[in-house]
């Protein structure tokens, strides 16, 4: 796009939407109280970003402390508006158990998290004006009842806490942490309990204070290294928050009942009971490795007593950001392993994995390691669980960070590591696997997450519409660009008996779209293909699935509250006629006897009593279309936005394709090319940074397969 192009693009309203007539730049004083996470990471809690160091030996400290400055330098960030103030109290649980006096040498360094890449960390959170006073390292295992309760006196930690002024072994009650038993701690300062009451083995937990504290954040940081669990990542490390002996998730049932009857009351009582019925399901239903015989944590039993209490313990932990310490990675089982002389190995691996979710976080690690997820039970069950959504790596977007941005990758781009674990070793039935190995067999993670879209014919009026998934595009005004449909649609509401103005899509529900003249938009969605919603004593608005659903099949709670037919909207006769067939994309009208819930499935349900049979039927015409082919869309504006400095552009690619994005100043000047190359489809972030060019307002120009957005941005100095 020339000058000229750009210009006429102005002239002729393509910009218009983005101009605002009372706008009128003022500066603003960028005086920073808080601080957060890069807004990208903020805004993808479902992505998982690898940054890479270069780190040429594992013995040189200020490499290893420059690369924690470095990542810190690049994922947090100060800001004006709310986030965590500088003062916020922060937990930082490192990996650190296990050295046995050894880890501040070199054969114990790959077993606990590097502290020169924590201290270098912390230093830049202090060099940010985060309060040295208000960080805490903290380690349930060095308690005075803990496992490893004396390995503070070798530990390097000691002397990363002394050079930052943060707390590691004190607490504000004066006490050290060795000196600290259960029952002595004193709770809110030394210890917080935390219910848990959908624990399938707590009912309560306590945590080493300032772990799960109200108004703390917690940053997770693990190491990259194997463990009798496969690779103890971030969801493994985060065990250590635990005070014992609660932090003792590898027991058996054996020895949690053998607990005094004071913590043993912290336990669901029939907490045997539901773990050997979920063992026996999941073993059943072919969980990897499930059937290894035995009941300790070396066995597909005590694997899944492990996989339920890590679990709950994460349901309770509200973590702000989990980190894997990849500079180097470890195989084996603390200091034994497959090298020489059964010796654990280390590998300069150079990697820093981290995210908002723990679980996606370790899916990756796990996945870069050598291993083949889905073989792994925990990640089943927190699936199971909805503490993740997905247990396939290649459904988790991944985002190489580099020059201070994500830039998406594949799998396949990924350098993977031989890192061999102990993990429930398959020597039983004639099975002779090596005691350390990959866990990398083929499997089956089913059909991938799709992108379907439907274009729906709209007429000139009014016409009801519905959105049968999830909406990957919500907001109406970018549905309607274009076309001349009002930005906005009307959604009936049962309880004030009067229609609503509304800007954006939502499963389920029905709305009232205005055409000026005969025309088509396009929805693309997540497929849904059930639906429990809440109907209204009268009339209401009810959506669809991406399945017809026969009225037939409808089910209400209490039963009985429906009759078997709605009613659609007769674009061609304007009138309303019964439908009993439930088509994509179509809107509906339906009664209710008296409050209810409605539940709509793809197939219907035998639990449930059917709707009220009536026998008059008249067939609507549908106003869809629907197609397969998913389009691609920008979304989002530039952020922040006005800025100072540098602000990001962030656009979704439904399919691959090659993109362009310019940048243009007020005149129409092309003054700068952020992108012009072939992309893969994803969720894309590119920065801009302004140099010293001056304040106003520029442009970016974003060009996609025919499609084309352009937004303003204001520079402000």
């Given at each position: 796009m020339d000058r000229r192009q750009f210009l006429k693009a102005i002239a002729t309203g393509t910009v218009a939407?983005?101009?605002?007539?009372?706008?009128?730049?003022?500066k603003r004083a960028l005086s920073a109280s808080y601080f957060g996470l890069h807004p990208f990471i903020e805004a993808h809690p479902e992505a998982v970003f690898i940054m890479k160091t270069n780190v040429t030996s594992?013995?040189?400290?200020?490499?290893?402390?420059?690369?924690?400055?470095?990542?810190?330098?690049?994922?947090?960030?100060?800001?004006?508006?709310?986030?965590?103030?500088?003062?916020?109290?922060?937990?930082?649980?490192?990996?650190?158990?296990?050295?046995?006096?050894?880890?501040n040498e070199e054969d114990g360094m790959g077993i606990v998290t590097d502290p020169y890449f924590i201290e270098g960390i912390i230093e830049r959170m202090i060099n940010f004006g985060?309060?040295?006073?208000?960080?805490?390292?903290?380690?349930?295992n060095w308690l005075g009842d803990g496992w490893c309760n004396t390995e503070y006196l070798t530990s390097p930690y000691v002397g990363v806490a002394e050079r930052t002024s943060t707390h590691l072994l004190d607490f504000p009650t004066g006490r050290n942490i060795y000196d600290l038993f259960l029952n002595t701690m004193q709770e809110g300062s030394e210890i917080i309990w935390k219910d848990c009451p959908d624990g399938v083995v707590f009912r309560r937990i306590g945590y080493v204070?300032?772990?799960?504290?109200?108004?703390?954040?917690l940053l997770d940081i693990a190491k990259f290294k194997c463990h009798t669990m496969g690779m103890t990542s971030s969801v493994k490390n985060l065990q250590g928050m635990c005070v014992n002996p609660y932090i003792h998730f590898c027991e058996g049932v054996d020895g949690v009942k053998n607990h005094p009857g004071n913590v043993l009351n912290d336990f669901q009582p029939d907490f045997d009971v539901h773990t050997e019925e979920l063992y026996a399901q999941h073993f059943a239903g072919g969980m990897p490795r499930w059937d290894k015989p035995g009941s300790d944590v070396n066995s597909g039993y005590g694997m899944e007593l492990w996989a339920q209490r890590m679990c709950d313990s994460i349901s309770v932990t509200n973590v702000g950001l989990s980190i894997i310490e990849g500079i180097y990675g470890r195989n084996g089982h603390?200091?034994?392993?497959?090298?020489?002389?059964?010796?654990?190995?280390?590998?300069?691996?150079?990697?820093?994995?981290?995210?908002k979710n723990p679980f996606y976080i370790d899916i990756i690690g796990h996945w870069m390691g050598g291993h083949e997820p889905g073989n792994f039970g925990l990640f089943h069950?927190?699936?199971?669980?909805?503490?993740?959504?997905?247990?396939?790596?290649?459904?988790?977007?991944?985002?190489?960070?580099?020059?201070?941005?994500?830039h998406l990758t594949s799998l396949d781009k990924l350098e993977r590591f031989d890192l061999k674990t102990l993990y429930l070793q398959r020597n039983y039935g004639g099975q002779d696997e090596p005691l350390y190995h990959l866990v990398n067999e083929p499997f089956d993670y089913g059909s991938p997450i799709v992108i379907k879209s439907i274009a729906i014919n709209l007429f000139c009026g009014w016409n009801m519409v519905s959105c049968p998934g999830d909406p990957v595009i919500s907001d109406i005004a970018t549905i309607t660009a274009g076309k001349k449909v009002f930005p906005f649609a009307y959604i009936f509401n049962p309880v004030t008996d009067?229609?609503?103005?509304?800007?954006?899509?939502?499963?389920g529900k029905s709305y009232w779209f205005a055409a000026g003249e005969d025309t088509n938009i396009t929805l693309e969605y997540y497929p849904r293909y059930s639906l429990s919603y809440p109907l209204k004593k009268g009339w209401n608005m009810l959506g669809s699935l991406s399945c017809d659903v026969p009225t037939s099949s409808l089910m209400t709670t209490p039963p009985g509250q429906i009759f078997s037919f709605v009613y659609c909207w007769d674009t061609v006769n304007k009138t309303f006629s019964q439908s009993y067939n439930i088509k994509p994309g179509d809107g509906y009208y339906i009664t209710a006897n008296s409050d209810c819930t409605l539940m709509m499935n793809g197939s219907s349900s035998s639990l449930l009593s059917p709707a009220i049979p009536v026998e008059s039927y008249h067939k609507p015409k549908s106003n869809t279309l629907r197609t397969e082919k998913p389009n691609i869309k920008l979304i989002g504006q530039n952020f922040p936005n006005p800025f100072n400095g540098s602000t990001n552009i962030e656009y979704t690619l439904l399919n691959d394709g090659y993109v362009t994005l310019d940048i243009y100043d007020s005149r129409g000047t092309r003054i700068d090319v952020l992108v012009n190359s072939w992309q893969m489809k994803g969720t894309h972030l590119v920065s801009w940074d302004a140099g010293q060019r001056a304040s106003g307002i520029y442009f970016y120009a974003f060009r996609t397969d025919g499609f084309e957005k352009i937004g303003k941005m204001v520079l402000i100095r």
């Open positions: 939407a983005f101009f605002d007539p009372t706008t009128t730049i003022v594992k013995m040189d400290s200020d490499a290893k402390k420059q690369a924690g400055i470095d990542f810190a330098f690049g994922i947090l960030t100060l800001r004006d508006t709310p986030g965590f103030p500088l003062n916020q109290q922060i937990a930082i649980k490192p990996n650190l158990v296990g050295a046995s006096g050894r880890s985060l309060s040295a006073d208000a960080i805490y390292m903290r380690e349930g204070a300032p772990f799960n504290q109200q108004d703390t954040w603390f200091f034994e392993g497959p090298g020489p002389g059964n010796t654990a190995q280390d590998f300069m691996t150079n990697v820093i994995i981290f995210g069950i927190a699936k199971e669980r909805n503490l993740s959504e997905t247990i396939n790596p290649a459904t988790i977007p991944v985002y190489i960070w580099e020059d201070g941005a994500p009067k229609f609503d103005r509304v800007y954006a899509l939502e499963f």
